[in-house]
């Protein structure tokens, strides 16, 4: 909603060492704000950063990145003026799942090390405190920015005074309503999936098999499997309930846990350590087998479903409601929420391309053929798909994408909050900008202003 800071990190990147702190150059001050001083080393490490970001487009990297670090710091602050202070679980949830995402792309703990040339805990501790100061500076303009809604007259006169070409273009979009059927699961297979991991729990603990072994090879958790089954650490909130007990109760990191049911499958758990209120864990997971013909029967049950719905004998929401075993749909009449703008609508490359090929050529109305896929939890299903309404690209209208121009007018309204607060902060704040890093145009100019009196 509000311009950032500067462009998000990218992970990969994170702690890629500065060619400036490898040399022998002499560091110097840029900037002074308040008490802090902007070094050319720290203008340096974001535009080293920034170029694996997709940020060399900045015309003049010399003047845009001392700005936004002179920002940061104004942010900063005003966190100790009003002693906002930043939850140490906040930074540890969002510390863990970026060090996680390294270890899967990486491929372990040791490789991510190896990468950086650098231990995990102090790649801890630059996470952290980078983490921390963007977290307070979510806070801070959270603070001044308020609760800022838009009444409908408010986002018509914003539309109005835009120009007509600065409207966004509205790619395609769809709504779909979805009904699918789970095939059963037979408990002789889940009777097989159950001995196979109880033979593993005996290897393991005989010292005949290493459990991230079997994790690599038999695991159905393609995520964690490349890894040995390792899942990184892991509070208990990002974990599924039943998943999470068992775990957090593992003591004996020689020990296998008992069998644990979820709604992705079996899992067997190995401690490999605990933190506090985290836990670092590998598993095995392993599916039920589908037999054919339950797959079969399914199938033709959906088949026979979808043609009672078009001949009209049952509504396609009433079948939603009697037969889908789709959990995320089933109380929304089937209709797909699309995650990232949070309404019914999808451009048909946000769609799962299972479904997305489905109802490109179909027309408003239409129900789909049975067709198998994954749901969320990596299950085959078989789905039909109703394509409930298409619209065509266009440029915003109130009509079509009030929503959209209401967030727009939300996000303009505050941003405004914040230039006006960055006005006013600028002139009760020391400002020193050093001579040869003054020749800029700034986005706010009361820098130079400040730093003449």
């Known amino acids: 909603m509000l311009k950032k800071l500067f462009a998000e990190i990218s992970l990969i990147s994170l702690f890629a060492t500065s060619s400036f702190a490898q040399s022998n150059v002499v560091d110097e001050i840029v900037w002074v704000v308040g008490d802090e001083a902007i070094l050319l080393s720290d203008v340096e490490e974001q535009r080293l950063r920034s170029q694996y970001d997709g940020m060399e487009s900045i015309s003049d990297p010399y003047c845009y990145i001392p700005e936004q670090l002179a920002l940061q710091k104004l942010y900063l602050d005003e966190a100790k003026i009003d002693s906002l202070k930043v939850s140490s679980d906040q930074v540890q949830q969002q510390m863990d799942q970026r060090l996680n995402y390294l270890v899967q792309n990486i491929g372990s703990m040791e490789r ?67 009904i699918s059927v789970q095939p059963r699961v037979r408990p002789e297979a889940v009777a097989e999936v159950k001995d196979k991991l109880h033979s593993f729990q005996e290897r393991v603990e005989k010292g005949e098999s290493s459990f991230s072994m079997l994790a690599s090879l038999y695991s159905e958790d393609e995520g964690s499997a490349r890894n040995g089954g390792e899942l990184g650490f892991m509070g208990k909130g990002q974990l599924v309930p039943e998943f999470a007990e068992v775990a957090f109760a593992l003591k004996d990191p020689k020990k296998v846990s008992r069998i644990v049911k979820s709604d992705f499958g079996y899992h067997i758990i190995q401690l490999i350590e605990r933190q506090d209120e985290r836990v670092n864990a590998r598993h095995i997971l392993l599916k039920p087998h589908i037999y054919l013909a339950d797959r079969d029967s399914a199938k033709r049950a959906l088949d026979s479903l979808a043609n009672a719905i078009r001949l009209e004998k049952i509504k396609f929401e009433e079948a939603v409601a009697l037969y889908s075993t789709d959990k995320n749909t089933k109380n929304s009449l089937g209709i797909l929420a699309n995650p990232r703008s949070g309404d019914t609508r999808f451009q048909l490359k946000e769609v799962a391309p299972d479904i997305a090929k489905i109802i490109e050529s179909m027309n408003i109305g239409e129900i789909s053929k049975t067709f198998p896929m994954k749901n969320s939890n990596g299950d085959e299903v078989y789905t039909i798909v109703k394509l409930k309404n298409r619209i065509p690209a266009h440029k915003a209208n109130m009509t079509e994408d009030f929503q959209l121009l209401k967030n727009m007018c939300i996000a303009h309204k505050s941003q405004r909050k914040i230039d006006e607060w960055i006005a006013k902060k600028q002139e009760t704040v020391y400002v020193l900008i050093y001579d040869k890093w003054k020749n800029c145009s700034f986005q706010y100019p009361g820098w130079i202003k400040k730093d003449h009196e």
Do not use: C, H, W
């Open 112 to 178: 991510v090390e190896s990468y950086f040339g650098k231990k995990e805990a102090q790649i801890r501790k630059e996470l952290e405190e980078m983490i921390r100061t963007q977290i307070t500076v979510q806070q801070v303009q959270k603070k001044i920015v308020g609760e800022v809604k838009a009444t409908p007259s408010e986002v018509r006169r914003f539309v109005n005074s835009l120009p007509a070409d600065s409207l966004p273009d509205v790619p395609e979009l769809v709504e779909i309503q979805i």
